[in-house]
């Protein structure tokens, strides 16, 4: 084992690379442009302060006990002594890298290469000093705030939470300030209170930090809600199930009235928030139930709404100039049909091979749209122009307050067709296809059937989203239809948990919602998506909002561990080689 | 979920027991014919007459002269030497974890989008029309180490802590990763296209045995040659490389062996990033344009490569990097011009795609792969 | 006329026959065990009647119908059903879901049924919960009760081997392959599960082709006992005339070797 010591100094300078990297990919620079307290912190050295309090804490862990409810007495006082001492000398470390960085792109003109490293960068980073006092303070910077978080991670775990939540809530409100703002604005109250210019005013501020240190305080240790409700009927029950009808009609009548509260730019950026949720509910089918890895989802939401620019479109060649409600169903139909044609040949693949031939599949539709040959049908590069919004009498949702409602509806419709499929007949020859194919075809499971139904319905769902992007921006551009789609799609369905149909609609909400209120991440967008699957994956693979089954399936590793806990309680049978039925299905 | 099944498992009493009802069978033509043997046989007629119709119009409308087609041809094989190259990586690590790298295109593009920035103070310096040769060698020296660092955090970071997870995990990180990459580099280097210096040794033709070939065209598909050859002697030839096939055979007995899996595995990225950053930088040479999605097409192209000569074997992706490249580059002016396409060149990448969904439906072990039966 | 007729059956992996001209009848009704050292050919030989190997060369007919070259889901439907020799559940499906996946080749309802929550969905879904709570049933209190919301892979393991043979019973089988049940259980278990299987065929009136190394098992449930060696059949015949052969022996014991 190598020396904690030695540990705690390779953290500081892996923490110091990670600020390095922030700074020299330009996102400190566009970050320092959002206050998030205004006049006093801006984002960018948000994130500075917080990749150094992550290296302090990472540096006390590495004397700490791994669940630290530290014991009393003068070992423990000796540990958190050098807990601090190793978070200080990782926060120097954290400091002094960036620091050197600095008075390199100082020293010499490093834009040539890095195009963010230059006079903007050292500027915003020495505030406007001297690059050798900026560096100075840098250090001191780091150094303090590191030992700092040194000292909380060495503290009982209740004052640890509280500090947590406390810092969280800052940041988290003055985030959501471009959404809250509004929505307090359209009540008819003032505002002043909490935001100021962009950021939380001082009161605000302070405000943020009291109902988080609140909710650090009421907030229980990790409440289990595994119980499953097998229908009895407790008044416990009854209550909680009262509860949730209250929240269900309570949140159907925030939806309903959503649009007007927050507006119209706000309403769009709902619009598409539903739009990728549709997606992901689709793609949920495909890969979260069917275990399909599709990347080339993209092809079947390009399908849709190039079909309904066909359809309806006066500008289109086919000059049928349906109307979007007459269009829909064979708009439904068609994509189904073409997730036929694209699932048939890849019946028989495993899922890595499939994952890149639906990529393929992907990248060939959109080569094909742009392409000359079908230029004549689908406009090549131009597209087609001129969708006609859908029209219920007098009322035309165009405007993204009105066809906000068209689109909650879909939603509604494809959730509640995932949400009744998950126990039926069919969703159960899905799992079990999912969890060991071989077995379920010879348990009488026609694979290449629920493969096929699979594919066909995640197309279908998909479809419904193209053709109600199409009315949106009233055209469609090849250009609209790249793998990023598809790439943001399974983003949706893997931070919200593989399989879990709340999952879908929290991961809509953050991944796309979340970067279009801060247009200072748009550039970095894809950037963050990457990095949050790697994450996700290497620290939570069952996501946010955990299907319960699915759950367990993912995290093996809990898995094998809790069967040890039974076999321990369970004395009387034995249990040998429990993971050979899971290794076995993989070959 | 829960309540619902409540109500319904109330509702009825036992239906009559479940042995002795499978009285009589109902299949349906598709349990007589599978399926996948109509679709095979299908797509098989489809494209034998696809291709013999398009080139016999091509040819027999002469709209190109013998000296357009071997140019495609040569041209075809140095593309190819590329994929081959960026094949090996995907193979490498295929054969010793079972994972597709799907951000190997990354790690291609890392090595010659970093190795331009040197390449162009050369070139300010007049260093690189003095010193071609030695300043060709820095290039590659540069992007084959930015590469393998590259690779190898990859592996450190994003690979190492799911070793052991269920095949779909490592895959989502390894798009995740590929994405992060590609964005990353955008941020730093910027999301400009930038032409790489032309170096005035290597413009113009060598005549080699009466036939003449672009002076960069050549060198790529001698160093690319060389490469390869290099790496089939080190894995067949060294300890390091005999660790890697134990490796790939059987991970656990290998460790058991007492062979360090942590650094062949390590060693294999690093083999991969050496190689795809070579290949960069002959990328560069012959389109002599960087970009940060530059790694994305030829990525999936050199997976498809590997693919087609069967994931997991070295010289598969050799042969199959070849073959894709020659036809990528043939293809479309004989099948589709003749046809009265327009711009068949548009149409390349959906060639490249076409033929790895068909060398998947009609075999998918690949050409040098072995057909392992499905164990039980 | 036998219900599972086998006549020439040959399947061979690169040089290798792992089944060589096989022969092998199974009448209604019966319980027939097959033996053999590893290797033999019999886990292959279960492989080829559920269509999970295609065969080589020969013919399987059941019930008059020709299997060979039919895909595992459809030989399941004509009433073949299987365990598997290192137990492959739906771990993450619960005990009473692995049953019910089970039953799915005699159901019916599809997509439209189980959205709009059609009647005949409905009484169908209701059906097969019923159907495989009967089933779980068969195994007294062991898979039983709040048994049927667990997860399988929190079984023991001879819950698992037992929870497998629900699975198979409800897919309407009329054969049932049982590849080393007994395998990994303890001297107890073993015991209930040769009684299991009796009653498997007395009570549900299952054809039952059993694949098991345990002696006093294949001497407990037999009415015919088969030996496999290298792929050929070496013997056939009541329990004693098959421990008794000479071939028999030599097979696991190797030459020269005197019972």
């Known amino acids: 084992m190598v020396p904690a010591t030695t540990r705690a100094v390779n953290r500081g300078l892996i923490i110091g690379g990670c600020v390095v990297y922030f700074l020299a990919v330009g996102m400190f620079e566009r970050f320092t442009a959002r206050p998030v307290i205004t006049d006093l912190l801006t984002l960018g050295w948000t994130v500075l302060a917080g990749l150094w309090a992550v290296a302090g804490v990472w540096a006390a862990r590495t004397v700490l006990p791994p669940a630290s409810s530290a014991p009393d007495g003068d070992e423990a006082g000796g540990r958190t002594a050098r807990a601090v001492t190793h978070a200080a000398l990782a926060g120097l470390l954290a400091g002094a890298v960036p620091a050197l960085f600095l008075l390199l792109a100082d020293a010499i003109n490093l834009r040539p290469m890095l195009i963010n490293a230059g006079a903007t960068m050292v500027n915003a980073l020495a505030v406007d000093d001297s690059a050798v006092a900026g560096a100075l303070r840098l250090v001191l910077a780091a150094l303090v705030i590191a030992t700092v978080a040194g000292i909380v991670a060495s503290a009982p775990a209740q004052v640890r939470r509280v500090a947590g939540w406390a810092l969280g809530m800052v940041v988290l409100l003055a985030l959501v300030e471009p959404l809250l703002r509004v929505i307090i604005a359209s009540l008819g109250l003032r505002t002043s209170w909490l935001y100021q210019r962009g950021g939380l005013g001082v009161s605000g501020a302070v405000i943020a930090l009291v109902l988080g240190v609140a909710v650090g305080v009421l907030r229980r240790r990790d409440t289990p809600t595994t119980a499953r409700d097998d229908g009895d009927d407790g008044p416990r029950a009854r209550l909680a199930r009262g509860g949730r009808i209250a929240g269900l009609v309570a949140g159907a009548v925030l939806l309903l009235v959503l649009p007007r509260l927050v507006g119209p730019f706000l309403s769009e950026v709902v619009g598409t928030i539903g739009l990728f949720a549709i997606m992901g509910i689709g793609l949920n089918i495909v890969v979260g139930s069917a275990g399909l890895l599709h990347l080339g989802y993209v092809a079947f939401f390009a399908i849709g709404a190039y079909v309904t620019a066909l359809l309806t479109s006066p500008a289109a060649a086919l000059g049928t100039e349906l109307s979007f409600w007459a269009a829909l169903p064979i708009v439904v139909l068609v994509t189904a049909i073409a997730g036929l044609f694209v699932g048939a040949p890849v019946l028989r693949l495993r899922g890595d091979y499939l994952a890149i031939v639906t990529l393929a599949f992907g990248e060939i539709a959109r080569i094909l749209a742009l392409s000359d040959w079908l230029r004549p049908a689908l406009g090549g590069a131009q597209g087609i122009l001129a969708v006609p919004a859908p029209t219920i009498g007098a009322m035309r949702f165009r405007d993204p307050q009105m066809l906000y409602y068209v689109i909650i509806v879909a939603c509604a419709i494809t959730a509640f067709i995932a949400w009744r499929l998950e126990d039926s007949r069919v969703g159960r020859a899905w799992t079990a296809m999912r969890e060991d194919e071989q077995v379920a075809q010879i348990m009488g499971i026609s694979i290449s059937r629920y493969k096929l139904l699979a594919f066909a319905l995640g197309a279908g769902i998909a479809s419904v989203s193209g053709a109600l992007f199409a009315v949106k921006i009233g055209s469609v551009f090849p250009h609209s239809f790249d793998i990023l789609v598809s790439i943001t799609a399974l983003s949706v369905v893997i931070l919200g948990g593989i399989g879990s149909l709340r999952g879908v609609f929290l991961g809509a909400l953050v991944l796309v919602g979340l970067p279009d209120l801060l247009r200072e991440f748009g550039e970095y967008r894809m950037l963050l998506y990457g990095g949050l699957l790697v994450a996700i994956m290497i620290l939570r693979p069952q996501g946010l909002l955990p299907n319960v089954r699915r759950m367990a399936e993912l995290g093996e590793e809990e898995r094998l561990q809790d069967q040890w806990l039974k076999r321990a309680g369970d004395a009387g049978d034995p249990e040998p080689a429990i993971a050979t039925t899971k290794t076995d299905g993989a070959s | ?376 | 006329m036998s219900l599972l007729e086998i006549r020439g059956l040959t399947k061979s992996f690169g040089g290798l026959t792992a089944i060589d001209g096989l022969d092998l009848d199974v009448a209604e009704g019966e319980i027939v065990s097959v033996i053999g050292p590893n290797g033999a050919g019999k886990t292959t030989l279960f492989n080829l009647i559920t269509g999970v190997y295609p065969a080589d060369g020969g013919a399987i007919t059941f019930d008059g119908v020709e299997l060979v070259g039919r895909d595992p889901d459809a030989i399941t439907r004509f009433g073949i059903s299987r365990t598997f020799q290192n137990v492959r559940l739906f771990p993450d499906m619960t005990v009473l879901e692995n049953v019910m996946v089970g039953r799915h080749c005699r159901t019916k309802s599809g997509v439209i049924g189980a959205v709009l929550g059609l009647p005949s969905a409905r009484r169908e879904q209701a059906e097969v919960r019923e159907q495989a709570k009967e089933i779980l049933s068969f195994f007294g209190t062991r898979l039983s009760g709040y048994r049927h919301n667990q997860p399988a892979f929190v079984l023991s393991y001879a819950n698992r081997r037992r929870l497998e043979i629900a699975r198979a019973m409800a897919t309407g089988a009329r054969l049932l392959l049982l590849d080393e049940p007994v395998a990994g259980m303890n001297p107890r278990e073993t015991a209930e599960m040769v009684e299991l299987v009796g009653r498997l065929r007395d009570e549900k009136g299952f054809t039952l082709l059993v694949i098991e190394h345990d002696m006093r098992v294949v001497k407990g449930v037999s009415d015919r006992v088969v030996a496999l060696d290298y792929g050929r059949k070496i013997a056939e015949g009541t329990y004693s005339e098959v421990a008794g052969n000479d071939r028999v022996i030599e097979a696991y014991l190797g030459k020269k070797a005197t019972a």
């Open chain 2, 1 to 376: 979920m829960a309540t619902s099944s409540a109500t319904t498992e109330s509702a009825e009493p036992p239906a009559s027991p479940p042995p002795g009802d499978a009285g009589g069978p109902q299949l349906g033509l598709a349990d007589r014919i599978p399926l996948r043997r109509i679709i095979r046989w299908g797509l098989a007629v489809a494209l034998v007459l696809g291709i013999a119709s398009g080139a016999y119009q091509t040819l027999a409308a002469g709209v190109f002269s013998p000296a357009q087609w071997r140019d495609l041809v040569v041209f075809g094989i140095a593309q190819g030497s590329i994929y081959a190259l960026i094949a090996l990586g995907y193979t490498l690590v295929y054969g010793i974890l079972f994972m597709i790298n799907f951000a190997h295109g990354e790690v291609f593009m890392a090595g010659g989008f970093t190795a331009f920035f040197a390449a162009r103070a050369m070139d300010q310096a007049g260093f690189l029309n003095q010193q071609p040769v030695l300043a060709v060698l820095i290039l590659l020296a540069i992007a084959m180490a930015v590469s393998t660092t590259v690779a190898v955090t990859l592996e450190r970071v994003a690979y190492r802590p799911l070793r052991n997870a269920p095949r779909l995990i490592p895959l989502i990180t390894a798009i995740g990763a590929s994405l992060f990459l590609q964005y990353s580099f955008r941020g730093l280097y910027g999301e400009d296209i930038h032409s790489y210096p032309r170096i005035d040794a290597l413009t113009g033709t060598w005549t080699i045995a009466g036939i003449p070939i672009l002076r960069t065209q050549a060198i790529v598909i001698v160093a690319a040659l060389a490469l390869m050859v290099g790496l089939y002697f080190f894995i067949s030839r060294t300890t390091m490389g005999r660790s890697m096939r134990a490796v790939a055979e059987d991970r656990e007995i290998a460790s058991l062996m007492g062979i360090d899996v942590n650094r062949v595995i390590v060693t294999t990225f690093a083999i991969g990033g050496m190689l795809a950053g070579a290949a960069g930088i002959l990328y560069a040479l012959v389109f002599r344009q960087v970009h940060f999605l530059m790694g994305f097409l030829p990525g999936i192209k050199a997976f498809t490569a590997a693919v087609i000569g069967g994931i997991g074997s070295i010289i598969g992706a050799a042969v199959g990097g070849l073959l894709l490249g020659l036809l990528e580059a043939v293809a479309p002016f004989l099948l589709l011009s003749g046809a009265g396409i327009p711009a068949p060149n548009q149409l390349k990448d959906v060639i490249a795609f076409s033929i790895l969904v068909i060398v998947l439906i009609m075999r998918p072990g690949g050409l040098f792969g072995s057909r392992e039966p499905e164990k039980l």
